[in-house]
């Protein structure tokens, strides 16, 4: 009696929604936490909540979703933490955009409305991203979802802000930091995105006190020169050291500012003396700190010249201001010269405005105690980092770290927990808000209006989301977690300051490996973007191909450290291998029985049997190395090697006599062997791809549980190892391909039976004379032939394998006459075509002007047609030998 079939087809859709489904219901994720055995814990980098999932995403989840599913294979309890980010800047931004179209302003509705209405927005639009990370079959807890400002990690975000001031490590200060004018907010130095731009260098002359002359200072924002304090020299440099302590009269507004000495000043850059802006650069900041100078501020917060800046450019946009200065620096005979001049310029992450350097009052956290230890633990290898280049970036970082700007001036985020007391101006901070003043007893209290950086909140993730501060059952038990997957950059924003926070408050590392993957890129390798119009939807590709042939797609092409070239193609050739699986397991069940023997290793018989367990043992052990070495593509590519051509192409092919002929020992010892090997296989396979494996798993006769998610890694069996049995299976592969070969070669319709006539001695003739069945059938021959004295006939087709001779007779088989004239005809049009090819790109005009890729293109083809006359060339030569 035959077992239950699998449909003719592989339809992804509809099976993909029933196991999500299954898994959900059946919380196949969700693991105990009893304290027992070994543990393995993941938290996901939580996407924004105004996100959609992207190629990154879908990369990142893939690799944690085979690394959580590997280890629930090793018998871990694991645990893989879901959970979504507030994104302060960008939810703000995405509901003042809705709100704009409504001819309304956050001003309008009131911060405490504005806040209920971002609320409702994430409500009804916050889902998205999860449900696109279900349907890519990520093996999370849903049970224990989380969100950076859900009531448990609200509570210890406060908690930690206020034991870190408790602690002198958050402070309030004047400081010069990044401000968008346009998202109104402070930004941190890695919120900040710096691009080239062709500007300008001005050379601006401004006139010595005493009369005896001028200095010249280069600057690319003229309009910023209304705000020196001070002009800078070099007290190293001969040319202007005599300066220093003199006065110099500043163009326009007439203020008299000092010479000053500093060796920061560079000799080489411009004209090597420095104008000097406290106010508006973060280097003459450090400058005027030291050096007492006035921090003058001519730009406000919202891209505007102040009152500072003087009557005629009070209110100008800093970009008018310019234009208009420069015209009145020229009038004056100030403005020496404009030279052009490529240099960095920083731009917001979110709105790609430029960003302006503002001083204002913020609230900063003390890093350095911080960082290292932070520092300290990747030295020691507390916690490591694949690939180990990335801990250089990492060190620099942490060495050259600068106190973090954690307030933000939005509404959207966790408000900072500070209190000023109107009656005596007391600062408090406080884990619950205060009724009254502790100093003085008044009630009269205003809370900061700032909200902290999101990556303050998302700093605590491996610990805050596992319930701390509360001692809970999960943090004893998956704290440290077991490793971070993410991308390069945010290995500062999120992965350092993640170290520190974990580090500082719960004494230990928050995981012990991070895997830092690369990114994925088009198939011409340029960054994927909606300006250049070549971003892949990843929900498009799953619709179209499948989510198991996607995630093969990029754990195939993951290798450590090398950016992923992404094309429908791939994919497309992926499915191709997912319907490979479905084939082959459909026609296993359809020559399996509803009871087959149960399988015992020690008792396998068979060269076939010998040799694919014997594989199998290779592939399970070089796959679960390569999972364990996060060598994705060394895993996938070992897979699809064993299940394509082991698998389909020979095993099946070797036991089909077996399998349809009448001897019922040998059916039913080939069923069991085959049902032994296509259970482990698709167990093998499931971290990849779980969807067609598991719909293939729940029809498997004599299975034990159903959920194959929770199936163990299949036992390592020594009794498997056959070593003779794969030499053996190897001559004899070699045997048939190089008969395959000469078939192949001269067009031989596979119809067409062939002799095969091996010059062999000992053991090796006896093995071919045993298996001439197994050849003739595979290799399509009526007859094999093999000892010593085999003499090569006349007209013949030849090979060697292992140092003997092969050969395929072929008179009356092949027209030599006529294959040779049909030889020449094709090399002479592929003569002609190639001399089209090289004769473009000979030409100059063509290599300089055509585009890079069209270039590219013909340079492939003609290496390909190339490659293609060599062969037939060879293969006529071969032909004109025979003749």
Same mark, same amino acid.
């Given at each position: 009696?035959?077992?239950?079939?699998?449909?003719?087809?592989?339809?992804?859709?509809?099976?993909?929604?029933?196991?999500?489904?299954?898994?959900?219901?059946?919380?196949?994720?969700?693991?105990?936490?009893?304290?027992?055995?070994?543990?393995?814990?993941?938290?996901?980098?939580?996407?924004?909540?105004?996100?959609?999932?992207?190629?990154?995403?879908?990369?990142?989840?893939?690799?944690?979703?085979?690394?959580?599913?590997?280890?629930?294979?090793?018998?871990?309890?694991?645990?893989?933490?879901?959970?979504?980010?507030?994104?302060?800047?960008?939810?703000?931004?995405?509901?003042?955009?809705?709100?704009?179209?409504?001819?309304?302003?956050?001003?309008?509705?009131?911060?405490?409305?504005?806040?209920?209405?971002?609320?409702?927005?994430?409500?009804?639009?916050?889902?998205?991203?999860?449900?696109?990370?279900?349907?890519?079959?990520?093996?999370?807890?849903?049970?224990?979802?989380?969100?950076?400002?859900?009531?448990?990690?609200?509570?210890?975000?406060?908690?930690?802000?206020?034991?870190?001031?408790?602690?002198?490590?958050?402070?309030?200060?004047?400081?010069?930091?990044?401000?968008?004018?346009?998202?109104?907010?402070?930004?941190?130095?890695?919120?900040?995105?710096?691009?080239?731009?062709?500007?300008?260098?001005?050379?601006?002359?401004?006139?010595?006190?005493?009369?005896?002359?001028?200095?010249?200072?280069?600057?690319?924002?003229?309009?910023?020169?209304?705000?020196?304090?001070?002009?800078?020299?070099?007290?190293?440099?001969?040319?202007?050291?005599?300066?220093?302590?003199?006065?110099?009269?500043?163009?326009?507004?007439?203020?008299?500012?000092?010479?000053?000495?500093?060796?920061?000043?560079?000799?080489?850059?411009?004209?090597?003396?420095?104008?000097?802006?406290?106010?508006?650069?973060?280097?003459?900041?450090?400058?005027?700190?030291?050096?007492?100078?006035?921090?003058?501020?001519?730009?406000?917060?919202?891209?505007?010249?102040?009152?500072?800046?003087?009557?005629?450019?009070?209110?100008?946009?800093?970009?008018?201001?310019?234009?208009?200065?420069?015209?009145?620096?020229?009038?004056?005979?100030?403005?020496?010269?404009?030279?052009?001049?490529?240099?960095?310029?920083?731009?917001?992450?979110?709105?790609?405005?430029?960003?302006?350097?503002?001083?204002?009052?913020?609230?900063?956290?003390?890093?350095?105690?911080?960082?290292?230890?932070?520092?300290?633990?990747?030295?020691?290898?507390?916690?490591?980092?694949?690939?180990?280049?990335?801990?250089?970036?990492?060190?620099?970082?942490?060495?050259?770290?600068?106190?973090?700007?954690?307030?933000?001036?939005?509404?959207?985020?966790?408000?900072?927990?500070?209190?000023?007391?109107?009656?005596?101006?007391?600062?408090?901070?406080?884990?619950?808000?205060?009724?009254?003043?502790?100093?003085?007893?008044?009630?009269?209290?205003?809370?900061?209006?700032?909200?902290?950086?999101?990556?303050?909140?998302?700093?605590?993730?491996?610990?805050?989301?596992?319930?701390?501060?509360?001692?809970?059952?999960?943090?004893?038990?998956?704290?440290?977690?077991?490793?971070?997957?993410?991308?390069?950059?945010?290995?500062?924003?999120?992965?350092?300051?993640?170290?520190?926070?974990?580090?500082?408050?719960?004494?230990?590392?928050?995981?012990?490996?991070?895997?830092?993957?690369?990114?994925?890129?088009?198939?011409?390798?340029?960054?994927?973007?909606?300006?250049?119009?070549?971003?892949?939807?990843?929900?498009?590709?799953?619709?179209?191909?499948?989510?198991?042939?996607?995630?093969?797609?990029?754990?195939?092409?993951?290798?450590?450290?090398?950016?992923?070239?992404?094309?429908?193609?791939?994919?497309?050739?992926?499915?191709?291998?997912?319907?490979?699986?479905?084939?082959?397991?459909?026609?296993?069940?359809?020559?399996?029985?509803?009871?087959?023997?149960?399988?015992?290793?020690?008792?396998?018989?068979?060269?076939?049997?010998?040799?694919?367990?014997?594989?199998?043992?290779?592939?399970?052990?070089?796959?679960?190395?390569?999972?364990?070495?996060?060598?994705?593509?060394?895993?996938?590519?070992?897979?699809?090697?064993?299940?394509?051509?082991?698998?389909?192409?020979?095993?099946?092919?070797?036991?089909?006599?077996?399998?349809?002929?009448?001897?019922?020992?040998?059916?039913?010892?080939?069923?069991?062997?085959?049902?032994?090997? !296509?259970?482990?296989? !698709?167990?093998?396979?499931?971290?990849?791809?779980?969807?067609?494996?598991?719909?293939?798993?729940?029809?498997?006769?004599?299975?034990?549980?159903?959920?194959?998610?929770?199936?163990?890694?299949?036992?390592?069996?020594?009794?498997?190892?056959?070593?003779?049995?794969?030499?053996?299976?190897?001559?004899?592969?070699?045997?048939?391909?190089?008969?395959?070969?000469?078939?192949?070669?001269?067009?031989?319709?596979?119809?067409?039976?062939?002799?095969?006539?091996?010059?062999?001695?000992?053991?090796?003739?006896?093995?071919?004379?045993?298996?001439?069945?197994?050849?003739?059938?595979?290799?399509?021959?009526?007859?094999?032939?093999?000892?010593?004295?085999?003499?090569?006939?006349?007209?013949?087709?030849?090979?060697?394998?292992?140092?003997?001779? !092969?050969?395929?007779?072929?008179?009356?088989?092949?027209?030599?006459?006529?294959?040779?004239?049909?030889?020449?005809?094709?090399?002479?049009?592929?003569?002609?075509?190639?001399?089209?090819?090289?004769?473009?790109?000979?030409?100059?005009?063509?290599?300089?002007?055509?585009?890079?890729?069209?270039?590219?293109?013909?340079?492939?083809?003609?290496?390909?047609?190339?490659?293609?006359?060599?062969?037939?060339?060879?293969?006529?030569?071969?032909?004109?030998?025979?003749?």
């Amino acid at each position: 009696m035959a077992v239950q079939e699998l449909a003719k087809g592989y339809e992804p859709q509809d099976v993909e929604k029933k196991w999500i489904d299954f898994w959900d219901q059946n919380k196949s994720f969700t693991p105990g936490l009893e304290k027992h055995g070994k543990t393995y814990s993941i938290v996901i980098p939580p996407p924004n909540v105004t996100g959609t999932l992207h190629m990154g995403h879908a990369l990142n989840l893939t690799l944690q979703d085979i690394l959580c599913r590997f280890h629930r294979q090793q018998g871990h309890d694991v645990l893989w933490v879901p959970g979504t980010d507030h994104a302060g800047i960008a939810t703000q931004n995405v509901v003042e955009k809705a709100l704009a179209a409504e001819g309304k302003s956050r001003e309008d509705l009131g911060r405490e409305k504005f806040v209920e209405r971002v609320w409702e927005w994430k409500q009804e639009y916050g889902d998205k991203i999860l449900n696109q990370v279900k349907r890519i079959g990520a093996s999370v807890d849903w049970t224990r979802l989380r969100f950076t400002m859900d009531e448990g990690l609200s509570r210890a975000v406060r908690e930690v802000f206020v034991r870190l001031y408790e602690q002198g490590l958050i402070y309030q200060g004047d400081y010069i930091i990044n401000w968008c004018v346009r998202c109104h907010t402070a930004l941190s130095d890695l919120e900040v995105e710096h691009a080239e731009v062709d500007g300008h260098l001005h050379h601006l002359a401004y006139p010595l006190e005493d009369g005896s002359g001028r200095v010249v200072v280069a600057t690319t924002r003229p309009e910023t020169m209304l705000g020196d304090t001070a002009v800078a020299v070099n007290p190293k440099d001969e040319r202007f050291s005599h300066l220093i302590g003199k006065k110099v009269i500043l163009p326009i507004l007439g203020r008299k500012i000092p010479v000053i000495g500093d060796e920061y000043v560079d000799l080489e850059f411009g004209t090597g003396c420095l104008k000097v802006t406290p106010a508006h650069d973060p280097n003459d900041f450090d400058l005027g700190r030291k050096h007492g100078l006035d921090a003058v501020q001519v730009i406000d917060d919202l891209g505007r010249m102040t009152s500072e800046a003087g009557d005629l450019f009070k209110g100008l946009d800093r970009m008018e201001c310019r234009k208009k200065i420069l015209q009145v620096l020229e009038q004056e005979g100030a403005l020496e010269s404009i030279t052009g001049h490529k240099h960095s310029v920083g731009h917001c992450y979110r709105c790609n405005s430029v960003v302006e350097p503002y001083v204002s009052r913020q609230w900063f956290v003390k890093v350095k105690p911080l960082a290292a230890k932070a520092r300290d633990a990747v030295a020691r290898k507390k916690t490591e980092i694949f690939p180990s280049h990335w801990e250089k970036t990492y060190f620099e970082w942490m060495d050259n770290i600068r106190d973090w700007c954690i307030s933000r001036q939005i509404w959207w985020g966790h408000r900072i927990p500070a209190w000023i007391c109107q009656d005596c101006g007391e600062l408090i901070v406080a884990r619950q808000d205060p009724a009254d003043c502790p100093k003085c007893s008044g009630a009269q209290l205003i809370q900061d209006e700032d909200v902290l950086d999101t990556w303050f909140s998302s700093a605590l993730w491996p610990f805050s989301t596992l319930g701390w501060p509360d001692r809970t059952p999960e943090l004893e038990k998956f704290y440290p977690t077991s490793v971070l997957v993410t991308g390069f950059d945010i290995l500062f924003f999120w992965v350092a300051r993640m170290m520190m926070m974990g580090i500082h408050f719960m004494q230990d590392v928050p995981f012990h490996h991070v895997y830092i993957h690369a990114l994925v890129r088009d198939a011409q390798g340029q960054k994927m973007s909606k300006s250049k119009g070549n971003v892949i939807d990843p929900l498009v590709v799953m619709d179209k191909y499948g989510t198991d042939a996607f995630r093969f797609t990029l754990t195939a092409f993951a290798a450590m450290g090398r950016d992923i070239k992404m094309s429908e193609d791939r994919v497309e050739g992926y499915r191709h291998f997912i319907n490979k699986i479905w084939n082959a397991a459909r026609f296993s069940l359809m020559n399996l029985d509803d009871e087959v023997q149960d399988f015992k290793p020690d008792n396998v018989q068979g060269l076939a049997h010998q040799w694919i367990l014997h594989r199998l043992e290779e592939v399970k052990a070089e796959t679960a190395r390569a999972v364990e070495e996060y060598r994705f593509n060394d895993a996938a590519q070992t897979l699809y090697q064993f299940v394509w051509h082991s698998f389909c192409d020979w095993y099946l092919e070797l036991i089909k006599p077996e399998l349809y002929g009448d001897d019922q020992e040998l059916r039913k010892a080939a069923q069991k062997n085959l049902l032994q090997v !296509l259970s482990e296989t !698709l167990i093998l396979l499931h971290p990849i791809t779980p969807f067609v494996t598991q719909e293939i798993w729940s029809v498997l006769p004599g299975r034990q549980e159903e959920d194959l998610s929770r199936v163990l890694f299949p036992d390592f069996q020594d009794q498997c190892r056959f070593p003779e049995a794969a030499q053996d299976m190897d001559f004899l592969q070699q045997v048939v391909t190089a008969a395959r070969n000469i078939r192949s070669e001269l067009n031989i319709a596979p119809s067409r039976k062939l002799s095969l006539l091996v010059r062999a001695t000992g053991r090796d003739q006896e093995f071919l004379q045993d298996h001439a069945g197994l050849i003739r059938n595979l290799a399509g021959l009526d007859s094999l032939e093999a000892g010593p004295d085999i003499k090569p006939p006349k007209g013949c087709g030849s090979s060697v394998v292992k140092g003997y001779e !092969l050969f395929v007779p072929l008179m009356g088989v092949v027209d030599i006459e006529g294959e040779l004239k049909r030889l020449d005809k094709e090399l002479a049009k592929l003569d002609k075509e190639l001399g089209i090819v090289s004769k473009k790109l000979d030409n100059p005009g063509f290599l300089n002007n055509a585009p890079e890729e069209v270039v590219a293109k013909e340079q492939a083809k003609a290496a390909e047609m190339g490659e293609k006359k060599e062969k037939l060339a060879g293969l006529r030569q071969k032909l004109a030998d025979m003749g």
